[in-house]
Nanobody, 125 residues
Framework: VQLQASGGGLVQAGDSLTLSCAAS????????VAWFRQAPGKEREVVAA???????YYSDPVKGRFTISRDNDKKTVYLHVNSLQPGDAAVFSC????????????????????WGQGTQVTVSS
């Protein structure tokens, strides 16, 4: 499985973006997919994740502002980011892992097997 993240850019505080994580390869519908971000000098952190069964997870800093969704036909997971703040600026990366339906939704970077390259989000105040 190969993942391609896109959609980042330079925006102003308060603006919105939609990030895309497009997958190639088989069995995308079996994967949990997560978005992580890493700002300069900071640890990588999970932002949101979506299970193959549709369950979602959001980290506290982004709850209510970010929405993760998936389109299995297009093999793509989206991250809709609203009300961007300077503190949201980071390189956003997506990751995927094959999971069984009954498994819990992975939220740690170490849980994920396949990674895409990052897409930069810059927020001007």
């Amino acid at each position: 499985v190969q993942l391609q993240a896109s959609g980042g850019g330079l925006v102003q505080a308060g603006d919105s973006l939609t990030l895309s994580c497009a997958a190639s390869g088989r069995s995308f519908s079996r994967f949990a997919v997560a978005w992580f971000r890493q700002a300069p000098g900071k640890e990588r952190e999970v932002v949101a994740a979506i299970h193959r069964n549709g369950a979602t997870y959001y980290s506290d800093p982004v709850k209510g502002r970010f929405t993760i969704s998936r389109d299995n036909d297009k093999k793509t997971v989206y991250l809709h980011v609203n009300s961007l703040q300077p503190g949201d600026a980071a390189v956003f990366s997506c990751a995927a892992k094959d999971v069984i339906l009954s498994a819990s939704l992975p939220t740690r970077a170490d849980d994920y097997v396949f990674w895409g390259q990052g897409t930069q989000v810059t927020v001007s105040s």
